[in-house]
T-cell receptor, first 115, second 112 residues
């Protein structure tokens, strides 16, 4: 298993540009998450998904969009990049069956700079 | 969701036990204590979790007080590779949206 993979690893955007951060997991997990981490700070939840076709907002969703057309993929879209979106973005996935407690598996992150 | 309080930073000598405390005085009966760590801006990595009883795995031990208001993560023989930010999180058991809040954690520096 590759686990959770993210592309690209690094990206520099100009203000107003758009891009999609890719996230794929091969563990057949039902839950997927997007977090951002600003320098010296903890992680903040942007969006999450409980399964294909179902997404919902987290703490800081403004300026982002997501979709979940398949179990494996959970792309994050930035439409009009702003300097405040400079951050490291982490994708995570988790399996839950409603039974035993479970944990999140994180990808390596995408480092985004908006200039 | 219960809130956690952790020291901002700690040092530990290599080879010694690292004891990382966490306060979660408002924890609910159905909330588990989870520990993750983040090494040098990599994605967070799960370490261990527990509900009431003490737990041990190949990475660490988790000691939860009887009233469940605090816990301690123990790395029995810290190595330089254990230098990381350690996050203590409380979250309800699975079955729904696991809204985990990663605060700023404890930055553990293992010293040679």
């Amino acid at each position: 298993n590759a686990g959770v993979t993210q592309t690209p690893k690094f990206r520099i955007l100009k203000i107003g540009q758009s891009m999609t951060l890719q996230c794929t997991q091969d563990m057949n997990h039902n839950y997927m998450y997007w977090y951002r981490q600003d320098p010296g700070m903890g992680l903040k939840l942007i969006y999450y998904s409980v399964g294909a076709g179902i997404t919902d907002k987290g703490e800081v969703p403004n300026g982002y969009n997501v979709s979940r057309s398949t179990t494996e993929d959970f792309p994050l879209r930035l439409e009009l990049a702003a300097p405040s979106q400079t951050s490291v973005y982490f994708c995570a996935s988790r399996w839950t069956s409603g039974g035993a407690p479970d944990t999140q598996y994180f990808g390596p992150g995408t480092r985004l700079t908006v200039l | 969701d219960a809130k956690t309080t952790q020291p901002t930073s700690m040092d530990c000598a290599e080879g010694r036990a690292a004891n990382l405390p966490c306060n979660h005085s408002t924890i609910s009966g159905n909330e588990y204590v989870y520990w993750y760590r983040q090494i040098h801006s990599q994605g967070p990595q799960y370490i261990i979790h527990g509900l009431k009883n003490n737990e041990t795995n190949e990475m660490a031990s988790l000691i939860i007080t009887e009233d469940r208001k605090s816990s301690t993560l123990i790395l029995p023989h810290a190595t330089l590779r254990d230098t990381a930010v350690y996050y203590c999180i409380v979250s309800p058991d699975s079955g729904g949206y696991q809204k985990v809040t990663f605060g700023t954690g404890t930055k553990l520096q293992v010293i040679p």
